[in-house]
């Protein structure tokens, strides 16, 4: 059976490294880069991120909960550039402020990530993970 990676981190808790060792090289880069990238982004953006997790997901890069503020990354996204890792992070954060993909969401990412178009994952959602 494969071993679920899932890692969850409170801001006064964000290890610099996570994981046991049949994982700890598959989340390295993500749980590396996600910590500042969350503190930079909550400063940019005016918001509070109380919890975030890096997890396997089979057909996401991440997810975000409205109503608790938790983000949910994609243990895959280690595998990634730093400038996609960040796309997906201020995605996830922009949900915040609004829940679908509409014109306010995408002005919001114009916004704040001009090239935000370029920095997104080449892998389609419904192959994540696979």
């Known amino acids: 059976m494969a071993s679920v990676s899932c890692y969850t981190f ?9 994981g046991s060792a049949s994982t700890a090289g598959t989340a390295s880069n993500s749980d ?3 910590p500042d990238l969350v ?3 909550e400063t ?6 109380p919890k975030w997790t890096i997890r396997r997901m089979k057909t996401k ?11 949910w990354f994609n243990v895959e996204l280690a595998k990634s ?9 201020v995605h996830e954060m922009a949900h915040y402020f609004e829940r679908n993909h ?9 916004s ?11 892998t389609q959602w419904s192959s994540v993970g696979s």
């Open 112 to 122: 704040q990530l001009p090239d935000w178009r370029t920095r997104r994952p080449s």
């Open 32 to 34: 590396r880069l996600i």
């Open 10 to 18: 409170r801001p006064t808790s964000r290890p610099r490294s996570a």
């Open 81 to 89: 550039h730093p400038d996609c890792l960040e796309y997906i992070v």
């Open 44 to 49: 940019k953006l005016d918001v509070t991120v």
């Open 102 to 110: 509409g014109e306010r969401f995408t002005k919001l990412l114009d």
């Open 39 to 41: 503190d930079r982004w």
């Open 61 to 71: 890069w991440g997810s975000c909960n409205r109503e608790t503020h938790h983000l």
